[in-house]
């Protein structure tokens, strides 16, 4: 068992799926059509498959902006909306208003673990250290090592997710009493706002917000991917069991340009350029940010290392077998 502080209750654990379960049994459930296409997928007159897919604007999910920007999805029949709405939800998803969604793998676990028709279509990218992503503080919190946080509290984005497991694994690693450390939930787009008006002691931030953050003086306090955690998988694409069985032409689709959108992101070298047309960076602040590597497949070892080590922590009911959770190219 690996020790990360108390563990909260077992609703707090089941906090996602228990969200999803609140738009009917359908959301929760392993059977039924409704998990397909949905009124906002399906074939068009020209032989295009429509998709919504919800995403969140960070520097992980570059090349699916890219691919739509650079028209691979139209050259490979796909219509692709993009909404930032729909982003780690897991409701609509399974009922069909979106076909595809970008989420923390840890959501995606916790998920499966409880039963949730999903899988795992393609990767956003792996931890690394030097990425401008960890728990910051600014000069005036008066938090100079990363002891100074017993006691202390630090925004993440979700219960039980990425941000917090990452903290924990990284936290303890550091020496710090966990169970002394208060994790406050805000929205991403928030946190680094937070954190620069003293609303709270520190926050677990990603780029573009740690970028923005910097700008106005935050420092960097722990990286969780400078020490265990280095190239665990973050998060990624997800689809409804449904969906895929009743599309794989289009999941095929999808998968082969995100891959080839990643390859030219890698490629290019492009990527700093890029991302200033779907997020809020400046060019000045986009020259900062990290020139990620971006996958072209999900890697089932870390990805499984991910899933064991939720159960391990009690983050997940059970451990899940990834390998089981995937789509095989046809």
Do not use: H
């Amino acid at each position: 068992m690996v020790a990360l502080g108390k563990g909260r209750s077992r609703a707090a654990v089941l906090g996602v799926v228990a969200l999803a379960c609140t738009v009917g049994l359908s959301a929760c459930g392993g059977s039924g059509g409704s998990g397909g296409s949905g009124d906002s997928g399906g074939s068009g007159e020209s032989g295009t498959t429509a998709m919504k897919v919800g995403v969140t604007p960070v520097g992980d999910f570059a090349p699916i902006y890219y691919a739509k920007e650079k028209g691979i999805f139209a050259k490979n029949g796909l219509d692709v909306t993009i909404d930032p709405k729909g982003a780690s939800e897991v409701p609509p998803l399974i009922s069909g208003s979106y076909q595809a969604v970008s989420m923390a793998w840890a959501t995606f676990i916790q998920a499966s673990a409880q039963g949730v028709p999903l899988r795992a279509i393609f990767p956003g990218i792996n931890g690394a250290a030097d990425t401008q992503t960890g728990i910051y503080v600014m000069p005036s919190s008066g938090i100079s090592s990363v002891k100074d946080l017993e006691g202390k509290n630090v925004a993440i984005n979700q219960p039980k997710a990425n941000f917090e497991l990452n903290s924990r694994v990284a936290l303890q690693e550091a020496g710090v009493d966990v169970d002394k450390v208060q994790f406050q939930v805000l929205p991403l787009a928030t946190m680094a706002d937070a954190l620069v008006a003293g609303k709270v002691d520190a926050a677990y931030l990603v780029p573009p917000f740690s970028v923005q953050a910097e700008d106005k003086k935050a420092k960097l306090l722990l990286d969780p991917y400078a020490g265990r955690l280095a190239g665990s998988p973050i998060a990624g694409y997800v689809m409804s069991e449904a969906f895929v069985k009743q599309n794989p032409k289009a999941v095929a689709a999808f998968k082969a340009s995100m891959a080839e959108a990643a390859e030219q992101l890698n490629t290019s070298k492009s990527y700093r350029d890029f991302v200033t047309t779907y997020t809020k960076l400046t060019p000045e602040l986009a020259a900062k940010v990290p020139a990620y590597e971006f996958p072209t497949a999900i890697d089932v070892e870390k990805l499984q290392a991910v899933a064991d080590l939720m159960a391990e922590a009690g983050f997940a009911t059970k451990k899940v077998d990834i390998s089981q959770l995937l789509v095989d190219d046809k």
